[in-house]
């Protein structure tokens, strides 16, 4: 079965060290997006792909970077990780970037960092 | 970005009726969604609705869309403590070039009392 996976699902790192959590979809989906989830702030959107070496900026982009090589994969990586950057990170994909635009959410990674 | 608003706890009996709100801004979306998110899992779509419908049900879910408020609600008949999770409304915005990203509430944890 098609499916998005995320790792790791747990790190712990510290502050300055650069950190990347990997992505991988299977259901050849265009659309890649990386949010993060803390308590009281919802989902944020931190970085987005529509295709093989497309990247965008989403609303929480600082102290992030993602690269596209592939459909299947997109890594985010904390440059200089900072204590603010400890949350939990998910990753998604879309097989469209139209209005109807159902995206399906891996595990997610909890990341801490020291 | 447009904010999306939704209420933080809700606590139901088993068998009772959930309803959670959500306001939204953005009066061009074509499309919102409900996403739940069971604890330590990512989020899964759990309904949506176009914007040219009042109501839709989908076996004990029920969403009704007020676009003169902006104001979705998500009914959940007979709720079961297998409901129990964080549901997240979510928008539709135009980021330009045909291209639509997904803006979603901080969500409402339900917590369902056996």
């Known amino acids: 079965d098609a499916e998005i996976t995320q790792s790791p699902r747990h790190k712990i790192t510290e502050t300055g060290r650069q950190v990347t959590l990997a992505c991988h979809q299977t259901?050849?989906?265009?659309?890649m997006f990386w949010y993060r989830q803390d308590l009281g702030h919802g989902l944020r959107l931190i970085h987005y792909?529509?295709?093989?070496?497309?990247?965008n900026k989403g609303e929480v982009s600082d102290g992030y970077s993602v690269s596209r090589s592939n459909t299947e994969d997109l890594p985010l990586t904390l440059e200089s990780a900072a204590s603010s950057q400890t949350s939990v990170y998910f990753c998604?994909?879309?097989?469209?970037?139209?209005?109807?635009?159902?995206?399906?959410f891996g595990p997610g990674t909890r990341l801490t960092v020291l | 970005g447009e904010d999306v608003e939704q209420s933080l706890f809700l606590s139901v009996r088993e068998g009772d009726s959930s309803v959670i709100n959500c306001t939204y801004t953005?009066?061009?979306?074509?499309?919102l969604y409900w996403y739940k998110q069971e604890p330590g899992a990512g989020l899964q779509l759990l309904t949506y609705?176009?914007?040219?419908?009042d109501m839709k049900q989908d076996q004990r879910l029920t969403v009704l869309l007020n676009k003169k408020d902006k104001h979705l609600s998500l009914r959940i008949a007979d709720t079961q403590t297998g409901d129990s999770a964080i549901y997240f409304c979510?928008?539709?915005?135009?980021?330009?070039?045909?291209?639509?990203?997904?803006?979603f509430g901080k969500g409402t944890k339900l917590s369902v009392i056996p």
């Open positions: 998604a994909s879309s097989r469209t970037s139209g209005a109807y635009n159902e995206q399906f």
């Open positions: 259901w050849n989906h265009n659309n």
């Open positions: 792909s529509y295709g093989v070496h497309d990247t």
């Open positions: 953005d009066s061009s979306s074509t499309y």
């Open positions: 609705i176009f914007s040219n419908m």
């Open positions: 979510a928008e539709i915005e135009n980021s330009g070039a045909g291209s639509y990203q997904l803006t």
